[in-house]
């Protein structure tokens, strides 16, 4: 598993033709998975996920007919993404569904943003003291 998860998200617009296909290959370009077997191994995943049975690199390595160096390349940045987890030798969605796999994301991204904005006042704080050599409240918001 990558030491680091990296999450990048495109603002793009809808697509056109909402098929699975192109929903998987939608949500692997707003995820900044722009590789061409990504999708499939995507739809693989969410397939084998809902079912609960997840699905092993060697049976993605027989379905895509690829290296399986390859396949663990590109299941590595599924899991870079948090969309994927390794438990044992199968891969999962990080949840039972895409839509609450987003969710997860989403409560990770809103997290990560308040302990930022807790840091960013500290920051603030520690700027104003070294400028005017005391605390200082920060401005109120306009209205």
């Known amino acids: 598993m990558p030491s680091e998860e990296r999450l990048v998200i495109k603002p793009l617009s809808r697509p056109s033709n909402e098929t699975s296909d192109e929903l998987a290959r939608w949500f692997c370009k707003v995820f900044d998975l722009e590789e061409e ?7 693989e995943i969410i397939k084998k996920s ?7 690199s060697l049976e993605l390595y027989k379905k895509m007919k690829m290296p399986r160096s390859t396949v663990i390349y590109h299941l590595n940045r599924l899991i870079g993404t948090g969309l994927v987890v390794r438990k ?6 990080r949840s039972m569904s895409l839509e609450d796999t987003i969710a997860e994301l989403q409560e990770d ?3 990560e943003f308040n302990r930022l904005i807790e840091f960013a006042e500290k920051f603030d704080e520690l700027i104003s003291r070294e400028i005017y050599g005391r605390r200082t409240k920060r401005p109120k918001e306009r209205e």
């Open 37 to 43: 077997s990504e999708p499939e191994i995507l739809r």
């Open 88 to 93: 044992g030798r199968k891969y999962f969605l």
């Open 50 to 56: 809902i079912s609960g049975e997840g699905v092993t």
């Open 109 to 111: 991204m809103l997290r």
